[in-house]
Every structure is written in C-alpha cells, then in structure tokens.
C-alpha cells in the first residue's frame, strides 16, 4: 500500500514493507510452531518406539521366561489370557474361556490343590503355587501366582494372576533329586559293604556251630551204641544254624539289592549319557572334562540300571580322584565299544596318577584304600555288580598315562545290529 507524507508526497510501501514483515513474521512463527510440531512429533515417535520397545522387551522377556497373564472377571465368569499363556497351555487362541476351562487343564491330582488356593484367593488370600497341567496328554509345571479385587461391599470382582511354565526348572529339580538318590544309594552300598565286615562274625558263629556240630555227630555214629535222639537234636542245630547263616547273607543281598534288581534292555551309550550328567557338575566344579565316545552299531544290554549306574558313578569318581593334583588337561573318556567276543565293554579313561603294577591285584580287594577317609569298597562292591551281570571288571594302564577301568556286559540277545 503506497504511503504518503503529511505534504502528501510519495514515500513509499511501508505497508508492504510492514506486510513483508509481518509475513515473515508469521513465516518465523508458522516455521517455529512446525518445527515444534515436528519435534513434539519426533518426540512422541520416540516415545512410541520406546514403548513399543519396551513392550517387546516385556514380550520377549516374558517368552524367555515363559510367563504370561491372566485376568477373571468373576461375575461374568470370561477368563482372559495373554498369548504367552495360550502357548504355555498349548490352546488355540480363539478360545473362549472360563475358570472351568482351566481347571479342566489342570493335572487330575492337583486339583484340590487348586481349587483349594482359589477359594483362598477369593477369601483375600493372594497365592503363588506350582503345579501340573496337562497338554496334549503331556505334563507341564506350571508356577501360578493369583490374587482378586473386590468391590467396595466385598464381593469379588476380578482375579488377576501370572502363569509361568517352570517345566525345565523342574525337569532339573528332578535330575538334582535323581543325583542325590543315586550317591545315596552309593553309600547305600558302602554302608552294605560296613555292613558285611560286621555281618560277617554273625556268619561265622553259625558256621562255628555246624562244624562244631558236625564233628559232634560224627564221633556219636562212630560209637557202638549211638544215641539216635542227640543225633537227630545235634542234626537239628546244624540245620537251624544254617538257615541262620542263609539269613544273615539274604540281609546282605537284599541290602545290595535295594531295587530288587530291575534288569531292562537299553543302550549302553544312553545309560552312560544319563549317568556323566548326574556327575557333570561335580566335574565342572573339579575342572575334569568327560568325553563320551560310542560305537553306534552296538547292541543293546540287559542291566540293572541303578547297579550298572554305580558302577560308573564309581569309576567316573575314582578318576576324578585321581586326577585331584594333575595337570591342565585333566580328562575322562568313556568309551564303549564291542570287544573281540563280541561283549559290550565300557572303559572310563583317566589321565591321572595311575596305577603301579604292584598295587593292581589289592585295587578289587574290599577295604583296600590310598584315600583319607577312603572307604576302599567302591571298586569291590562294582566288581560284584558286573560279575552279577555275568561281565568281568578289570584295570589295565593309560598309554597316555592314568588308568583305564573297563567291564564287560553281555549283549542282549537278538539285538546285534
Ligand atoms: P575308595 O573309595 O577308597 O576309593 P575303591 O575301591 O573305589 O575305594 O578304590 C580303591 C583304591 O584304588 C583307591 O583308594 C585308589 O588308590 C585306587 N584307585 C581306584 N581308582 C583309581 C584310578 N582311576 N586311578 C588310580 N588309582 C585308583
């Protein structure tokens, strides 16, 4: 817009020139409010993605832990669960549910249990158990924590709950439990094998009294005249002091034998797998590796697991023993392989100090010891097990230095591949 002066002369387009100013001044302004949007923009992408990160962070944690949620609604009886639980209870996502439908997944025999925690919850005691559900016929464990919300006059609105598949944890619980059953059934054995020394003069009472008694009969029939009454009495307690004897050694058997002696036809290389991983962690903690090498084309055996079980847990101890002050490259090699009569042979391989020639015949004999504390029955009370297997236990040197004890088991028949 032309501008004139006061004489009315010409002096210019302020106003324009004010126009361009305030355009650009609104220009400054629109570009600031833009660039704050942008930045207001920028900023919540941000934060969505943090979000969203967050969620998956949440997500894939909770899928690592194998956790998911749970809400109740309780009036309405609609159970809803996160996708982490769907999968835990290895249901389709589209089904609707109720509290039945997850009572009905769980384990038969825990039931009460649940149920009996849920009547708690709802009486305000909020609870955390563990417990089995079943998946396509196949048990889980799962851990459950609950607790409900309630309305203003008491009644119970909603439960809200975690679910977390802890069927690993429990799996290695469980091998934890095996472990300690077996190293108890080891001194088990060892407290058999105290047992037989003490058992043993009991055997040998009985046994002083037949002799006794028998030589006892026998001068009686060398007389002219024998009493045939003392005869039979003195026959009598040689026959009860038998049996007494037969008792003393039926104890010790059945001792020896807690199981009642399962025999079972297995791999010999799955039972050796399943035995390293019970004393896998006594290795790691001594530093000794165990190698496992098999023949694959080997047949099957026909053992008792438990014993044959010992057997190795006292070898594989022995050698670790043995390696207690070795060097850098302490290591166990079970190896099984078929000999020459065509038995299956197991050999646990140490690199440790060995064993000289002179001390090779006492290794078998019971109490025979080079440990503190060493019992001396571990390799005595395994020789009895193979050679109940009708195998043979024996020891020979380490080319590589250490000692290699091996047994032998007979193949199970018909299984030669
Ligand atoms: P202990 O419980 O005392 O070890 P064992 O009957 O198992 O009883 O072993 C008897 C002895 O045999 C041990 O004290 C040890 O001197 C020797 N021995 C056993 N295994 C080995 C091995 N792998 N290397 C060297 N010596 C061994």
Redesign the pocket.
Known sequence: MPVKDASGTFSGYRASNRDITERKLAEEDLGRSRRALEEEIDRRRTAQEALAESEADLKRAQDVAAIGSWKLDIPGDVLTWSDAVYDIFGMPRDEDLHYGSFLEAVHPDDRDLVKRSWRLALGGVPYDIEHRILVDGAVKWVREKAEVDFSPDGSPLTGTGIVQDITRRKAAENEQHKLRQSLAQVSQL?TAGELTTTLAHEINQPLAAILANAQAARHMIDEPRPDLAELRETLDDIISDDKRAREVVQRVRGIMKKDGGAFERMEIAGLIQETVRLVEKEAFIRNVGIRMESDPSLPQVVVDRIQIQQVLI??L???M??MADGGPDRGITVRSAMNDEGRVVVA?E?T????APE?AAQ??EPF????QG?????????RSIVEAHGGKLF?RPNPRG??V?SFTLQAAQGSAR
Do not use: P, Q, R
């Not at 025979?368 to 440990?371: C, L, R």
């Open positions: 060892s006292n070898l101890f022995n050698a023993e043995a646990v140490d440790g100090k060995g064993i001390e290794l078998f025979y010891t080079t440990k060493g019992l001396g029955l571990g390799l005595s009370i395994s020891v250490g000692a004890f």
